[in-house]
């Protein structure tokens, strides 16, 4: 069964740091999201992605994120100068519709980032 | 409460027993989803039900949904040790065709 993929699994930078998360969606699906879940809290949406932009943001998602889509499977969230306050598990997610019809999201198994 | 705030918090129940978990919300929805997420793991879909249809079943989910209420429900019937796990629902607003917004989630424990 297809499914989306995030490397790696976990992440450990030092403040200050640039990283970037990787995914691979689901290769039919068009339209990509990352989300996060600080331990213990909610899963936060962050942004999605279709035709090769951003549709959507949130407030968290500010100048220091952004993400990419390289190439015809990857998408990729960097963090330019992490904080510690950036220490979470981000999900990638996919889905091969939106709005009225459908918003089924596969998620990957998330990339737990811990910043020192 | 925020929206997709689910109830009880926490629930531990004995297998073959029911179990029932709520969620209320504030917005105008094109449709609600409940996710399951195990423990340091992915969400996994579980089932969709949108803002004009009142119940839905899968399998063991029963799904209901009351829009004047802004509110939902999801029972699982006669569950099982591999059903501990913790459940969110997830709306998608009115407005917006592209994010989820999660509830804090219910963390289910079924007991063998």
């Known amino acids: 069964e297809p499914e989306v993929t995030q490397t790696p699994s976990h992440q450990v930078t030092q403040m200050g740091q640039e990283v970037i998360l990787r995914c691979v969606p689901i290769?039919?699906?068009?339209?990509f999201y990352w989300y996060r879940q600080i331990l213990g809290q909610k899963v936060e949406f962050l942004v999605s992605?279709?035709?090769?932009?951003?549709?959507?943001k949130s407030e968290i998602f500010d100048d220091q994120f952004s993400v990419e889509r390289p190439d015809g499977s990857n998408f990729t969230l960097k963090i330019r100068s992490t904080k510690l306050e950036d220490s979470a598990m981000y999900f990638c997610?996919?889905?091969?519709?939106?709005?009225?019809?459908?918003?089924?999201?596969?998620f990957g198994a998330g990339t737990r980032l811990s910043v020192l | 409460s925020q929206q997709g705030e689910e109830d009880p918090q926490a629930l531990s129940i004995q297998e073959g027993e029911n179990a029932t978990m709520n969620c209320s919300y504030k917005?105008?929805?094109?449709?609600l989803q409940w996710y399951r997420q195990n423990s340091g793991r992915g969400l996994v879909h579980l089932i969709l039900?949108?803002?004009?249809?009142r119940e839905k079943h899968s399998g063991r989910l029963r799904v209901t949904l009351d829009t004047s209420k802004k509110s939902s429900s999801l029972l699982i019937t006669a569950s099982r040790a591999a059903d501990t796990a913790s459940y969110f629902c997830?709306?998608?607003?009115?407005?917006?065709?592209?994010?989820?917004?999660f509830g804090k989630g219910t963390l289910l424990t079924v007991n063998p």
């Open positions: 997610a996919s889905s091969d519709a939106a709005g009225l019809l459908s918003n089924i999201q596969y």
């Open positions: 290769s039919n699906h068009l339209y």
């Open positions: 992605f279709y035709n090769n932009e951003i549709s959507e």
């Open positions: 917005t105008s929805i094109n449709n």
């Open positions: 039900i949108r803002s004009n249809e």
């Open positions: 997830a709306t998608d607003e009115e407005g917006s065709n592209y994010k989820l917004t």
